[in-house]
C-alpha cells in the first residue's frame, strides 16, 4: 500500500482546523505567535512534554485524568515565557465570539487555549520586542480569515525560529489513513540539535519522505564548519543555559480520539521528531507536542489507531524537513538550501 499526503500536505487537510499567523520584522523584531484554531465545538486534546526546558500554559487539564476534554485552539509563539501572553489574546477573542466551555448563559464562556513558547529572544536584536496579547489576537484574525495558506516558512512563532545552526520556521505535512481520515502535523523548528547529515548535507526527514516528496535535493556538506555553523560539537559554556532553543509540533486528525489517545498520539509524535533532530529533547530545548482530534469521524479500531499513531509520528518528522526547506537566510542565520544544496530546490520546499 502506497502511503500518500493529503491534497495540501499540511495541517489543513484535517477538515475545521485552521491557522493563523502574525509576526514582527525589522526595527529589532524578529519574532511571531501561530493560532491554530479548532472547530467551534473544541477538539479532544492531549500533550506530551520532553525538553528539559518548557515554556508551557494549560497543559495540565490535558492530562487524561483532568476533567476538561475539548480545546478551542492551541496557540505556539516565540518570545520565551513573555510570549505566553499571546493565549490571553486568543483566549479573549474567542470568548468575545462566544466559543469556550460554557459556564452560564450562551455568551459566558471559558475558552480553553493550551499554550507553548520558543526561544527566539534577541534574535531580531531588541529583548523588548516579543509577542503580547495583541499578537495573539492578530494571529486569531487571521486564521478565522479562512487563508490558511502559510503551513511553511519563515512565519508565525517560526519568523525567529533556528534550528541547530541554520534558519528555522513553521513546517507542516499529512498523510491520508488507509480505513479514511488524515492526520498532519505542523511544527515550529527551532531546535538546540541539527536537522542534517553533517557527512552529507542530508536532511534527516528526507529519508521519510512519501514517494515524490523530497525529489529534487542535491544535498553536499557544507564548505566548512565556520560557514554552516551546524557541525556536530560538545556544546560549550554559551550554549548550556536552559530555554534556548525548542521544538513545538500539533498533530491533528479528524478521527474521534479520547484524551488518553490524543495524548499516546502526542507521544508517539515525539518519536517522529527524534528520527528528524539530532539530538533532540535536550536539557537546552523545550520539546512539546499537541495532539487534536476533531471527531469528525468515528473512532478507530485497533488497527486504525495503530496506523494513525505511525502517520502521526512521521507527519512530525516530514514537517521539520518542510521547515528547514522553507526557511528563508535571515539576520545571519542561514538556510539549509543556502549551505547544502547545489541551487536552490523550489520543488522541495512545497
Request: hydrophobic share 40%; net charge negative; proline share 6%.
Amino acid at each position: 500500500m502506497t502511503l500518500t499526503p493529503g491534497p495540501t500536505n499540511s495541517l489543513g487537510d484535517v477538515a475545521g482546523v485552521r491557522v493563523g499567523h502574525h509576526q514582527r520584522v525589522g526595527d529589532g523584531w524578529l519574532t511571531g505567535t501561530t493560532c491554530v484554531l479548532a472547530p467551534p465545538d473544541g477538539a479532544t486534546g492531549g500533550v506530551d512534554i520532553r525538553g528539559g526546558a518548557p515554556g508551557t500554559r494549560e497543559t495540565d487539564l490535558l492530562d487524561p485524568r483532568n476533567v476538561i476534554e475539548q480545546v478551542h485552539a492551541v496557540v505556539l509563539s516565540g518570545g520565551s515565557a513573555f510570549g505566553l501572553a499571546a493565549a490571553t489574546g486568543v483566549m479573549d477573542a474567542l470568548a468575545e465570539d462566544g466559543v469556550g466551555f460554557r459556564i452560564g448563559e450562551p455568551d459566558q464562556v471559558v475558552p480553553i487555549v493550551p499554550a507553548a513558547v520558543v526561544f527566539d529572544l534577541l534574535r531580531g536584536g531588541d529583548y523588548r520586542a516579543r509577542p503580547d496579547a495583541g499578537f495573539g489576537r492578530a494571529a486569531y484574525a487571521d486564521a478565522l480569515a479562512g487563508r490558511a495558506t502559510a503551513f511553511s516558512g519563515c512565519v508565525g512563532a517560526g519568523t525567529g525560529a533556528r534550528i541547530g545552526g541554520l534558519k528555522g520556521g513553521i513546517g507542516s505535512a499529512s498523510q491520508l489513513l488507509p480505513g479514511g481520515g488524515v492526520v498532519a502535523a505542523l511544527v515550529v523548528a527551532n531546535a538546540f540539535g541539527s536537522a542534517v547529515d553533517q557527512a552529507t548535507g542530508e536532511l534527516y526527514a528526507a529519508r521519510f519522505g512519501l514517494p515524490g516528496e523530497f525529489d529534487g535535493l542535491d544535498p553536499h556538506p557544507a564548505p566548512s564548519d565556520a560557514e554552516s555553523g551546524n557541525a556536530p560539537r560538545w556544546p560549550g559554556a554559551d550554549d548550556v543555559r536552559p530555554g534556548r532553543a525548542t521544538t513545538l509540533v500539533v498533530i491533528a486528525t479528524d478521527l474521534s480520539l479520547t484524551k488518553a489517545q490524543c495524548q499516546k498520539t502526542a507521544g508517539i509524535g515525539h518519536d517522529g521528531l527524534a528520527r528528524a533532530v539530532r539530538p533532540v529533547h535536550t536539557m537546552l530545548d523545550g520539546d512539546s507536542i499537541f495532539a487534536l482530534a476533531t471527531g469528525q469521524r468515528a473512532a478507530p479500531d485497533a488497527v486504525a489507531y495503530h496506523q494513525l499513531l505511525e502517520g502521526a509520528a512521521d507527519c512530525a518528522t516530514r514537517a521539520v524537513g518542510h521547515a528547514v526547506l522553507a526557511a528563508d537566510t535571515t539576520a545571519g542565520m542561514r538556510s539549509y538550501c543556502d549551505v547544502h544544496c547545489a541551487a536552490t530546490q523550489e520543488d522541495a520546499r512545497g
